[in-house]
């Protein structure tokens, strides 16, 4: 089987979507299947395109037996809503125009949350005359509304009829939470054709292991207990109360134990770091992005990790990747996330979870963990056995047999 797979993050970006797609992927070759994935230079989250890359109109390149071809897109930073959609827009048609040039497609795949490449993944099944298969890992444009970067209007309106057409035109739905199938169900949306196979972690990477000396030195780690939040910088997340907690934490007798690591990128990162000033955190330590083969080394820095998302309801619908990497790594987990994730943290008594903006919350729970040492290692413990239950090679199996049923 030769699967055309449409997505705007591809490796070398280090992001969620990026490695879900790149990880399914080099299963699916593994498998003996042919894959082909359309995507644009590597440029996310800064907007500036990877050092070895060009932003050309097509270029193709190979990782792990995977054919990747790039097509030209208009780059920009992750900030800026005109910029983004244009970004967004430009890559819909590049891959529109490259899809005819992949020879022999069986089924086409596109994964949101932008219905851009939705509807890029549209048209090019129209192309080949092949099933599209839609892959949704968030309600998008309802997410914009959530954040409020739109509120009610026309463009919103006009969004919601395509969303609901790529809906109905998918030979199947892949969503990443039962959440969100039950939300479409509502919607009208056939519930046959929907399937839910969550975010998982790659477990050969993803693993336990000591904390980086290197690293350890050179941010002043020593004898320090890190809660840390690798991730996007962006409104959603509302890192803010990651702040207010640092802000609380070291007014405290033993304050001084703490750090706060805050890693990635996103157009809120500028903010935050200048409102960590303003508050006078030196508790506090922001990290740029660093390459894929480096993550887990700063993983390995921390002793809890924070998941933090804005207190909206819509965000009661997702389960943040980053929460299966925690567990892969073993480190307990902060869930500052109310809902489906929440119910998974408390299945698999991976952390503690706190309510999402409620810094003071977020500081007792941390502490109950820099002190109570048997909770913290049966939380440990439990992250580990958990990962199991979340393998991406398992959860790009079960992916391949609904490409397969697609097909039908």
Not at 5 to 27: G, K, M, Q, Y
């Amino acid at each position: 089987m030769h699967i055309l797979f449409l997505t705007d993050n591809f490796p070398p970006e280090v992001n969620a979507p990026a490695s879900r797609t790149f990880e399914h992927c080099r299963e699916w070759v593994r498998a003996g299947h042919q894959v082909t994935v359309i995507t644009c230079a590597p440029n996310f989250p800064q907007g500036r395109v990877y050092e070895g890359y060009r932003n050309r109109l097509w270029q193709t390149e190979e990782m792990e037996g995977i054919r990747v071809v790039r097509v030209w897109t208009y780059i920009t930073a992750n900030e800026g809503f005109v910029k983004r959609i244009l970004d967004y827009t430009s890559y819909m048609v590049a891959a529109v125009l490259a899809s005819p040039f992949v020879r022999k497609v069986d089924v086409v795949v596109a994964t949101s949350p932008l219905l851009f490449t939705a509807m890029a993944g549209y048209v090019a099944g129209v192309q080949h005359r092949v099933p599209f298969v839609f892959e949704l890992r968030d309600i998008w444009p309802e997410s914009i509304k959530a954040v409020g970067v739109m509120g009610d209007s026309w463009i919103i309106r006009f969004f919601e009829k395509i969303e609901m057409f790529l809906y109905r035109k998918a030979a199947r739905v892949v969503s990443v939470t039962d959440s969100f199938r039950e939300t479409l169900i509502r919607r009208g949306v056939d519930g046959a054709k929907i399937e839910v196979v969550t975010n998982g972690v790659d477990v050969s990477r993803f693993r336990p292991m000591p904390k980086d000396p290197e690293l350890v030195g050179k941010y002043g780690l020593e004898g320090m207990f890190v809660a840390g939040y690798i991730g996007t910088h962006g409104m959603a997340h509302a890192l803010e109360t990651v702040l207010e907690a640092a802000d609380r934490i070291r007014k405290l007798p033993d304050g001084d134990r703490f750090r706060f690591i805050l890693l990635g990128h996103g157009a809120r990162k500028e903010h935050l770091r200048q409102q960590a000033g303003e508050m006078g955190l030196d508790n506090v330590i922001f990290i740029d992005s660093v390459p894929k083969e480096e993550v887990v080394r700063y993983w390995s820095l921390l002793d809890v990790s924070i998941i933090h998302l804005k207190k909206t309801p819509l965000f009661t619908t997702v389960i943040p990747s980053k929460l299966f990497e925690c567990m892969g790594m073993g480190i307990p987990v902060l869930h500052g996330v109310a809902g489906e994730s929440a119910g998974i943290v408390e299945k698999e008594q991976c952390g503690l979870v706190f309510e999402p903006e409620n810094s003071g919350e977020l500081v007792e729970k941390l502490r109950m963990l820099a002190d109570d040492t048997g909770l913290y290692a049966r939380l440990k413990a439990n992250c580990l056995q958990g990962a199991g239950n979340y393998d991406r090679g398992v959860l790009a199996g079960r992916l391949l047999e609904i490409l397969v049923r697609g097909l039908g």
